[in-house]
């Protein structure tokens, strides 16, 4: 009650949206806040944002918190624009903002935060306690305004908070976009100048601007970095993404499924910038997100003329004011970005711009700050940066530098983003399938584990196809211990060589820089080199050997001296694999050691998403735990209701338990679900198997068998039978067309006999 | 005389050891009954006798555990025999090759019957 009455009392000051639609900033909106406390009393907190990250509604929220405390602490936002040109006339917005904002929480009227007055108006609007200090302000602003000294100027403005009486309150400032405060006219660097103002006042304060940028603008203002603190503030994750999608649809009145939920997240990173003026633009154009191809068609829409066009090509104005610097600056990014050299010289690049070098260094500076390069002094990368913006690029060369046609840059890029999708939902979902070596060998601290958890020949011999109660016991029981190391590193063997990406994912291939006992000493550091193979039966010699010698050139290669290979896969290794790798020292686990492995030494962070919508023509059951013999039950007392043969009723329930093996197996599947769809007809029985999750590659590439297929029985691979047998025993069976994952239909049709 | 190893039951008739197969044949059930064919191959059976008269549905990757059964079987120069398998899953059974490579028994005492004869004498356990 108290609660809800509160919230009714809960004025929206500066808030774009509601606190309740407010989504995945919890902890960094309670960090803000708490900075204003008197304990922080002139200590400083600057918010270094990744791209697009989204701060501004942050601040927003946090203001409203602060208003609406009424405590003697009086919130101030201001936000850098594009719309000023100047320092001064930036330094006297603020003014005005702030004079506003502090008159606003003063009468406690909401209202006043954001009308339009003028100083005049803000005098008048003073209460009689504020006047004089507030008269005093104007007069002094009236006579340094016409005194043709802007630095001054700037300075006073920036300077008015800590004008306030300390009878009055704490003014609390937070500056939002201080980037945008370095492309100003006017003789003064206002970011710096701001920054040096607040940080040599007793005042409280925030000032958020791109994580590359502020850093570097307080070393400039020469800042007492005691007195500062940093937050950083990345992308949403996952589940903080799909949230906001699902909000702000639902705000916007936009009809969305699940599948482009996930997929606008991925596809935008979880920028919440980016994600929200897609979403705006969806409703502004009245489209439904159900479907890639509606996702997709406004992207491309957006990506060429919408806010997406209109947020990259006012970038690009902040690097390159005229035209033809900007012509420029496209030609050399995308040419770059394309032909994928990741490592150009500087001076070879300037060499291609034809602008003088400071004119150079300040745009290399720009990308660098935006992230759309990565500029480390005499090398450029100018490989990196957000899909989104690759794609804005590539676009607008085509269409400017080469003057290609408009509509086929538009279907080439729909027909780009549309391939795209379903590889980045894959990547996403074998991701989250992953068994999160990183996560695991972070948690490495000198516990003591069975042995046989990183000895699969071991494990085999001893425990293999015990219940999983008995095997806990008998791992309880084990007196055969191997210590962990302490792990204080973990990066993808990716980070350490580049080569690297050719044979393995990011996250399946790990290096871990640890120490024996937890002791700091030369012969105590031990480096663990962790590789998942990809594998669904146990791993043979050869592909052991390779992944052994893999992972020992590199630690030749980058000079470790004392180091731990340790192979892991699906169902293990075979008896020979596992000799030699005993020979070399290497451990050897499969998953279920691993998982093992995980619940005795702590569960890694493992981002899954729990769904509980079900279409009510659907049965939905979980994967896993012998869950398929409930659709093969199911289907049992369905089909009854047709005079099949019991062959045949066994033939689909076997077909059924296959297609709940393959989807389980295959999928990736996010929400661990299979969708089932049964339909009796006078003639035939023909269900539908569903999940969602990556499609399989032998799938949809038009090479999948049509006909009975000739198992061979000689064969060495032993599994990847199920679909072989699915057509074996059912009469139809077809892959439906899906965004995403798989949905297989199977037809049993009543032979004449039994009609 | 029975011996009960998680789930899997096994008897010894001379040196031959009987396992039985529960209901489903799956990855769990297959392991379990890999593992119990391999102790009692350890211990000195001369033959296999995996009866599936419990059966009633068995699948791929069942049958790819069995087939290993099979080798590892060969390997210790054993034979093998499956007994009191259903029409359907002798079906899929052929579909996949199976039984090329294993004989089948009506039920366990014909499969025992048949392994008599050659050559695998009665031990007292």
């Known amino acids: 009650m108290a609660v809800a009455k509160a919230i009714d009392n809960f004025h929206r000051v500066l808030g774009r949206v509601s606190r309740q639609d407010f989504v995945g900033r919890a902890e960094e909106l309670d960090r803000v806040v708490v900075q204003a406390n008197r304990s922080n009393q002139g200590r400083g907190l600057l918010l270094l944002m990744a791209p697009a990250a989204g701060v501004s509604e942050l601040l927003r929220q946090a203001y409203d918190q602060i208003f609406n405390e009424r405590s003697d602490v009086i919130p101030i936002y201001f936000a850098f624009t594009r719309n000023e040109t100047t320092a001064v006339s930036t330094a006297i917005e603020f003014l005005t903002s702030f004079l506003q904002q502090y008159i606003a929480f003063r009468r406690n009227e909401p209202a006043l935060a954001e009308a339009s007055l003028t100083l005049q108006d803000l005098v008048e609007l003073a209460p009689s306690s504020d006047l004089e200090w507030i008269e005093q302000l104007a007069r002094l602003y009236d006579r340094i305004r016409f005194s043709n000294d802007s630095k001054e100027l700037v300075r006073f403005c920036f300077g008015a908070p800590q004008r306030v009486p300390l009878r009055a309150g704490r003014p609390f400032v937070m500056l939002d976009g201080s980037q945008l405060a370095e492309y100003l006219d006017g003789g003064v660097v206002l970011g710096t100048e701001a920054l040096r103002i607040f940080a040599r006042s007793r005042l409280t304060f925030v000032i958020a601007g791109l994580r590359r940028q502020i850093l570097d603008a307080a070393h400039k203002a020469e800042c007492d970095f005691e007195s500062l603190d940093t937050l950083k503030l990345e992308q949403l994750n996952d589940e903080e993404g799909r949230l906001l999608v699902s909000r702000v649809a639902q705000r916007q009145q936009v009809p969305i499924s699940r599948e482009a939920e996930d997929l606008i997240v991925q596809q935008f990173g979880g920028s919440p910038y980016l994600i929200s003026i897609f979403l705006q633009a969806a409703r502004e154009k009245n489209t439904a997100l159900i479907s890639y191809l509606d996702c997709e068609r406004l992207y491309v829409d957006e990506l060429l003329g919408g806010h997406l066009y209109h947020h990259y090509e006012r970038l690009l104005e902040e690097m390159g004011p005229q035209l033809e610097k900007r012509m420029m600056i496209l030609r050399v990014l995308w040419e770059t970005a394309a032909s994928e050299e990741r490592a150009v010289s500087t001076e070879a690049w300037r060499k291609r711009w034809h602008v003088s070098s400071s004119d150079f260094e300040t745009v290399l500076h720009r990308l660098h700050i935006q992230e759309f390069v990565n500029w480390n002094g005499p090398i450029v990368d100018a490989t990196t940066g957000p899909q989104t913006w690759k794609d804005f690029l590539k676009a607008q060369y085509r269409l400017d530098i080469l003057g290609e046609p408009r509509a086929l840059v538009v279907a080439d890029a729909l027909s780009d983003s549309l391939k795209r999708a379903p590889h980045t939902m894959a990547s996403h979902y074998r991701h989250l399938a992953q068994l999160e070596l990183r996560g695991l060998t972070a948690q490495f601290n000198c516990q003591r584990v069975p042995a046989a958890l990183l000895d699969y020949a071991s494990f085999k011999e001893r425990y293999k196809g015990q219940d999983h109660r008995d095997l806990a016991s008998a791992l309880d029981a084990d007196t055969d211990l191997i210590k962990l190391p302490q792990t204080v590193h973990v990066a993808s063997s990716i980070a350490f060589n580049r080569d690297m990406r050719q044979v393995a994912d990011e996250e399946k291939c790990v290096v871990v820089h640890s120490f024996d006992d937890g002791v700091y000493k030369d012969a105590q550091e031990v480096i663990w080199l962790v590789a998942e193979i990809d594998s669904k039966l146990e791993v043979g010699l050869d592909l052991t050997e390779i992944w052994y010698e893999r992972l020992d050139s590199l630690a030749r290669l980058l000079g470790f001296r004392r180091y731990q290979v340790w192979l892991i896969s699906n169902e293990g290794f075979t008896e020979e694999a596992s000799q030699i790798l005993l020979k070399r020292n290497a451990h050897s686990s499969s998953k279920q050691q691993l998982e093992l492995l995980v619940g005795r030494i702590g569960e890694p962070t493992r981002q899954r998403v729990e769904r509980s919508d079900v279409d009510e023509f659907l049965m939905v059951v979980p994967m896993g735990e012998d869950n398929e013999l409930i659709a093969a039950s199911t289907v049992e007392h369905i089909a009854r209701r047709l005079p099949f043969h019991p062959g045949a009723i066994n033939q689909i329930k076997t077909a059924i338990v296959e297609a709940c093996i393959n989807a389980a197996e295959h999928s990736f599947s996010p929400d661990r679900k299979i969708y089932q769809r049964f339909r009796v007809e006078s003639d035939k029985l023909v269900v539908t198997i569903s999940s969602r999750g990556i499609l399989p590659t032998n799938i949809g590439s038009g090479n999948e068998q049509t006909t009975r297929p000739e198992i061979n029985p000689t064969t060495e691979e032993r599994r990847g039978w199920g679909l072989r047998l699915i057509r074996s025993l059912m009469d139809e069976v077809e892959f439906e067309n899906v965004d995403e994952g798989t949905s297989l239909k199977m037809t049993k049709y009543l032979l004449n006999g039994e009609n | ?125």
């Open chain 2, 1 to 125: 005389m029975e011996i009960s190893n998680s789930a899997v039951r096994s008897d010894c008739v001379g040196s031959t050891a009987v396992v039985y197969a529960n209901d489903y044949l799956n990855k769990l059930t297959g392991e379990k009954i890999e593992r119990e064919c391999r102790r009692q191959l350890d211990s000195g059976c001369r033959a296999l006798v995996i009866d599936f008269a419990e059966t009633e549905l068995v699948n791929s990757i069942g049958i790819s555990i069995l087939l290993g059964i099979i080798d590892v079987a060969e390997k210790n120069g054993a034979r093998i025999v499956f007994a009191d398998v259903n029409n359907q899953t002798v079906q899929l059974f052929d579909m996949l090759g199976l039984t090329r490579h294993v004989s089948l028994a009506k039920d366990k005492d014909e499969a025992l019957t048949n392994l008599s004869g050659f050559g695998t004498q009665p031990n007292v356990h």
